[in-house]
């Protein structure tokens, strides 16, 4: 008998052959996580905060001490709901009419400044908010944003707002795509008053980033450290102080930004999509995190002409960071690649037509439609957990295709509809290689998840070389509540594993045995 204990410990590793991997790592997977030394079907997503008045490209979720708001952009109009039906949309577009964002790229960046909401894209001018549902306001251009400039991005850092990528305009436009721009440092609960990088008296400033010929993408706070992503390379930015203001310093000249939202802060670091590689940044040197187990995979799905779209979120529940990004012949993220920064393990699960997914509080008392068949039963959030908190960050997709808004981590479907999940290990053989064996029964301790009842599958599969296509068994159903083994007949040099469900199941397995015998004979 072989015992396979701990199988979440090493999750899907893609990079290498599955004959080099170990016992307890798996080949393949779609669609399922590794967490807590198991394997586990992700959980889908539901509708919530009601109907989108238009197809949503980014979020910016507001918490104030009354409300948990949601912003959301598309290319021509904002809009804020905090839940239910669609007459809880309300619309705060400027007043001088529809926006210039870009329907093909992710063109919008967002933040919450000093109490007021700031939104950005390439188009136009950054607008702020008053952050008031109850009676809103229009956005308005920033007060006392300069005259002829717009901006590609739009970040803080402390008391500072920083202006990235900059056209002037005065009679003719004029791009600085390496410019990095900061106001004069604002008071509390303010925007700032000035950004006039001339006067000495304030602490505005300009800096032209050129020692690398790559523009910037976007920046991002770790610390006490201001992160900024350019196309070829990474920069650090520190305070001093008057009268410089800032320290610049180069942390990596042969790596890049691959997008506008490819930076994400977590407990151990600021993690990077890049050019080439996923990285980790402490602020001062950067490491992979996907060499050997799962770059060269997800650097060959990526779409070449739409890997701008790509970005990265946090879900911290989970301690994962997902690699959003689009596959081949997609314009937007349909793939997120997951990778669990406590465990260093990967899963992977697909996405509806996705250019955003934000982080923030969402209220389940008016944020999801209740009165949806099967609501409560299907939600997966325990009452006791911390994500069920009102109080807890949750994901929130921007589904642009369907124009919806989802909860995810909430049900065993994707909007109601089935989906297909399976872990996979092929490449098994026993530390012998030439040795033919013979699997009689797969014990597996797994159990159900969640409050459906749909059925799980085992296939259990072999080949006689590295190169050969695993020959599969046919499905065996496998009930965790009624049965622990699976009785089959297969043989080869080497062996393979497979579980799925393509219903309306959730599914967890921790361990699984073989009872397996050479050459055919006990």
């Not at 001088?96 to 919008?108: E, L, V």
């Not at 060959?300 to 012949?329: K, M, R």
């Not at 070389?465 to 046919?474: G, I, L, N, R």
Request: hydrophobic share 35%; aromatic share 10%; proline share 5%.
């Amino acid at each position: 008998m072989i015992f396979v204990k701990d199988v979440g410990q090493y999750g899907i590793i893609k990079d290498k052959p599955p004959y080099d991997l170990p016992i307890n790592a798996w080949s393949d997977g779609m669609n399922v996580r590794a967490f807590e030394n198991s394997v586990q079907k992700f959980s889908g997503e539901r509708p919530a905060l009601g109907t989108p008045t238009v197809p949503p490209f980014f979020l910016l979720p507001i918490k104030t001490s009354t409300d948990a708001l949601w912003v959301y952009c598309g290319s021509a109009a904002v809009y804020v709901t905090q839940g239910g039906t669609s007459a809880s949309h309300k619309n705060i577009t400027r007043s001088s009419g529809a926006y210039n964002a870009s329907t093909t790229a992710q063109d919008w960046t967002g933040l919450v400044f000093g109490g007021v909401g700031i939104l950005n894209n390439s188009g136009d001018v950054p607008q702020q908010w008053s952050v008031d549902f109850a009676t809103p306001s229009l956005l308005t251009d920033l007060s006392n944003w300069p005259t002829g400039y717009k901006c590609k991005a739009i970040s803080g850092f402390k008391q500072f707002l920083i202006a990235m990528d900059v056209s002037i305009t005065s009679g003719s436009t004029t791009r600085y795509p390496r410019l990095f721009k900061w106001s004069h440092a604002s008071a509390s609960n303010t925007v700032p008053t000035s950004w006039d990088h001339t006067s000495a008296s304030l602490d505005a400033g300009e800096y032209d980033m050129t020692k690398t010929q790559g523009a910037i993408l976007n920046g991002h706070s770790l610390k006490d450290t201001f992160i900024v992503a350019k196309e070829d390379s990474i920069f650090g930015v520190s305070y001093i102080g008057p009268p410089f203001i800032f320290r610049f310093y180069e942390i990596s000249e042969q790596f890049g930004a691959l997008s506008k939202h490819a930076m994400v802060e977590t407990e151990i670091g600021l993690v990077i999509f890049g050019t080439d590689d996923i990285v980790l940044c402490d602020g001062q040197t950067v490491q992979s995190v996907t060499t050997r187990k799962m770059r060269r995979y997800i650097y060959n799905t990526i779409d070449p002409a739409n890997y701008v779209n790509s970005f990265l979120v946090l879900n911290q529940p989970h301690n994962e960071v997902w690699i959003c990004y689009p596959t081949s012949g997609n314009v937007f993220p349909n793939q997120a690649v997951t990778w669990n920064y406590k465990e260093n393990t990967f899963g992977v699960r697909d996405l509806p037509t996705t250019p955003h997914i934000a982080r923030g509080v969402v209220n389940p008392s008016d944020a999801l439609d209740w009165t949806e068949a099967g609501a409560w039963d299907d939600d997966l959030v325990e009452w006791d957990s911390k994500v069920y908190n009102p109080a807890a960050s949750r994901l929130m997709l921007a589904n642009s295709g369907s124009t919806k808004l989802f909860l995810l981590d909430t049900t065993n479907q994707f909007d109601s509809s089935d989906f297909t999940s399976y872990i996979e290990r092929t490449g098994i053989h026993l530390d012998d290689p030439s040795q033919i064996k013979l699997v009689r029964k797969v014990h597996l301790n797994m159990e159900k998840t969640g409050q459906a009842t749909g059925e799980i599958e085992v296939m259990v599969g072999s080949a006689n070389s590295p190169e050969s296509v695993t020959d599969w068994s046919s499905p065996i159903t496998f009930n965790p509540e009624t049965q622990n083994k699976v009785d089959c007949l297969v043989s080869g040099k080497y062996l393979a594993l497979r579980v799925q469900s393509s219903s309306d199941v959730g599914w967890k397995l921790n361990s699984y045995a073989m009872d397996v015998v050479a050459n055919g004979v006990d």
